[in-house]
């Protein structure tokens, strides 16, 4: 079962996260598909840790921080985006939100 993409606009920062529990910060290829999940706090974390940002930094700017090549196509041209991931049932993501909310 693929991962459940989460639609959000060119304005959407690393910050969102917290509107998606659960969710996963998405890197993917433009030209051949190819993606990878990562944990949104662990991408917080390392743009705090290399002072290149933080939760408003857009998710478009992350993308283009990538630097190295697809391991699908060999080529670079990167977008982000959010999702959840197939292995997430709802209890899941209603006991993340409450972690969250207290």
């Not at 996260?17 to 969710?23: D, E, L």
């Not at 190819?34 to 840790?49: H, V």
């Not at 408003?56 to 991931?85: H, L, Q, S």
């Amino acid at each position: 079962m693929p991962d459940r993409p989460i639609h959000v606009d060119e304005s959407a920062s690393v910050g969102d996260f917290a509107r998606y529990p659960g969710c996963r910060l998405t890197i993917t290829c433009a030209l051949c598909g190819w993606s990878k999940g990562y944990n949104p706090e662990r991408i917080l974390a390392r743009l705090r840790q290399l002072k290149a940002g933080g939760h408003a930094t857009r998710i478009a700017e992350v993308a283009r921080r990538v630097g190295w090549n697809c391991p699908g196509c060999g080529r670079v041209k990167w977008k982000a985006g959010f999702c959840y991931p197939a292995s997430l049932r709802e209890t899941d993501a209603r006991r993340i939100a409450a972690r969250y909310r207290n």
